[in-house]
């Protein structure tokens, strides 16, 4: 008993100078034990990769069940290709752009270059490192061009998406990101607020399809020939991934493992289940049948409208908001593909972009305290708030279609945004891969 005592007195002894020394004051940029949050930084990391399977699987089922065969697996090397590429491009310099040291309001500094210098050092006023939410952050960055490739998918050229995408990531996303999540003009003189990407990922992605589907033109047949999704089965299995990430995407974007994590996805799933079940709701009144593709495309409307306020709201305001996204996206892709004739083919402006913008606005209104809501900053009320909500949503609008549409014509210059009708007609996965999705000898 004595030995064991005195092996415990030892281990004190070698202990106390660790104790000690995670009792000290951190000076800038250094970080000290007992600073990091493992518990905080093991969510993010979670968190990270939660978003980034989003992208890769979930997004390419999603999309790829909805093209027909002979497309399918362009889908999926445009979703990687894009992922890839931007991933490289933020770690390189959209980081920085986006979430370095604030100077002007409208671009990042240069000081989080290639992360350099970032060892060990906690981001802000998070017990998190840089290099956590810049992993996580670059996840946010490699999703948003990619949900864009439903606008252009049977008929772009390979070569324009990769070029076309790299460049959108860092002259639309991350300047956007700095204005609204890095310290910049809409946040800190406007008081815009975007819990996890309404107007930085969902507006920006969006708007920017439109364009892109008005620049690329219509699709051959499109609106006369019936363009059937081939595996409703994939879609459904994609929407699955994409709805379980999502609570990775909203409730990481706490940065940290607390009760705002877990509102946000309490709230994440609220919208999703209450959107889904209004469209094939919909669905059964106007067309006398609930669709497996209807069920999957009012969880990602309902995902998409509750992302700006999900941390801000009560379950009950989830609850309106995933109706009011159904409400608001089901007419809108009618209206975009038989009354504009715009082929949106995958509905990515009726869906993401409505849904964003839908969300961002209503988060003024339901962030109200007296519906259960986080309440106003100190001086500010709901017209205020609606206001600095809708200067938010119309900036980032049109900057998204005034960019995107200088950098689609840029790219154009050296890639055709478009493939030949032969090779349309062939399919992209022979056409522009040498590949077939499905074997089917």
Not at 5 to 16: P, S
Request: glycine content about 14%; overall charge negative; some cysteine.
């Amino acid at each position: 008993m004595r030995k064991i005592q005195a092996i415990g007195l030892a281990l004190l002894g070698a202990l106390a100078p660790l104790t000690a020394h995670a009792q000290t004051t951190a000076a800038p940029g250094e970080l000290v034990e007992g600073a990091l949050n493992s518990g905080d930084t093991a969510w993010i990391l979670i968190s990270s990769a939660l978003v980034l399977m989003m992208t890769m699987p979930g997004l390419t089922l999603f999309y790829g069940g909805l093209v027909r065969s002979k497309n399918f697996l362009s889908v999926m090397v445009q979703v990687g290709a894009i992922a890839a590429i931007v991933s490289v491009l933020w770690i390189v310099v959209g980081h920085t752009m986006a979430f370095g040291d604030v100077t002007n309001g409208w671009l990042g500094g240069g000081n989080l270059w290639m992360l350099l210098g970032t060892e060990n050092v906690l981001r802000g006023d998070y017990d998190i490192t840089e290099r956590t939410f810049a992993l996580f952050q670059m996840t946010f960055a490699a999703i948003t061009p990619a949900l864009m490739v439903g606008a252009w998918v049977d008929r772009a050229r390979f070569g324009w998406v990769v070029g076309f995408s790299a460049l959108w990531s860092l002259i639309v996303y991350a300047p956007v990101a700095h204005w609204v999540w890095g310290g910049g003009w809409l946040a800190s003189s406007m008081g815009t607020l975007d819990f996890a990407g309404g107007i930085v990922v969902h507006t920006t992605a969006g708007v920017s399809a439109l364009v892109a589907a008005l620049l690329l033109g219509k699709r051959q047949g499109f609106p006369r020939t019936l363009m059937l999704p081939h595996s409703p089965s994939l879609t459904m299995a994609g929407a699955a991934l994409l709805w379980v990430g999502w609570f990775g995407f909203n409730g990481g974007s706490a940065l940290a493992a607390n009760d705002d994590a877990a509102s946000a996805i309490i709230n994440t799933h609220l919208g999703a289940s209450v959107a889904a079940l209004v469209w094939i709701l919909i669905e059964r009144f106007k067309v006398g049948k609930s669709t497996s593709v209807g069920f999957a495309t009012g969880a990602i409307a309902g995902l998409a409208t509750v992302t700006p306020a999900a941390g801000f709201i009560s379950p009950g305001g989830a609850i309106l908001i995933g109706a009011i996204g159904a409400l608001a996206c089901f007419p809108t892709i009618q209206f975009v593909k038989q009354k504009l004739e715009i082929d949106d083919s995958l509905d990515v402006f009726a869906v993401h972009g409505i849904g964003g913008i839908t969300g961002s606005l209503l988060l003024a209104v339901f962030m109200h305290p007296a519906l259960g809501g986080a309440g106003y900053a100190e001086g500010a009320g709901l017209a205020s708030q609606l206001a600095a909500q809708a200067v938010g949503v119309f900036s980032v609008a049109v900057w998204s279609a005034l960019a995107t549409t200088l950098i689609a014509l840029l790219v154009g210059l050296a890639f055709p945004m478009r493939v030949g009708e032969d090779d349309e007609r062939e399919g992209l996965d022979l056409a522009s891969h040498g590949e077939r999705a499905w074997e089917m000898d």
